[in-house]
């Protein structure tokens, strides 16, 4: 099982850039996928981004072209950095270790604590 930490999140002005860190340990983390989900007030937990652990990524609908995860192996770390942010992305962000099917679905195993990002408007 892997122990996850997530930092970087905060308050941003909509526009704005942030840049979210999960750090995992406890784990082979080379070899699983990672992935974020966020969860907004009153709504469900979905999927935000997702890397393979040989780097193939997925992206929701509404991150793609504005969010890029991306992972660091020799620093058992994965990153989300957010661009052009709206309001609507404001969510407790979660990380997650994971399985990557053959058909490139993303199955979140173990979850950190979660980070909060706040976008004003």
């Known amino acids: 099982q892997a122990d996850l930490v997530e930092s970087g999140g905060g308050l941003v002005q909509a526009g704005g850039s942030l840049r979210l860190s999960c750090l995992a340990s406890?784990?082979?983390?080379?070899?699983?996928?990672a992935g974020w989900y966020r969860q907004a007030p009153g709504k469900q937990r979905e999927l935000v981004a997702g890397?393979?652990?040989?780097?193939?990524?997925k992206y929701s609908d509404s991150v793609k072209g504005r969010f890029t995860i991306s992972r660091d192996n020799a620093k058992n770390t994965v990153y989300l950095q957010m661009n052009s942010l709206k309001f609507e992305d404001t969510a407790v962000y979660y990380c997650n270790v994971g399985v990557w099917g053959d058909s490139g679905s993303y199955w979140p195993v173990d979850w950190g604590q979660g980070t909060q990002v706040t976008v004003s408007s």
């Open positions: 890397i393979s652990s040989g780097g193939i990524t």
């Open positions: 406890g784990s082979n983390f080379r070899t699983n996928a």
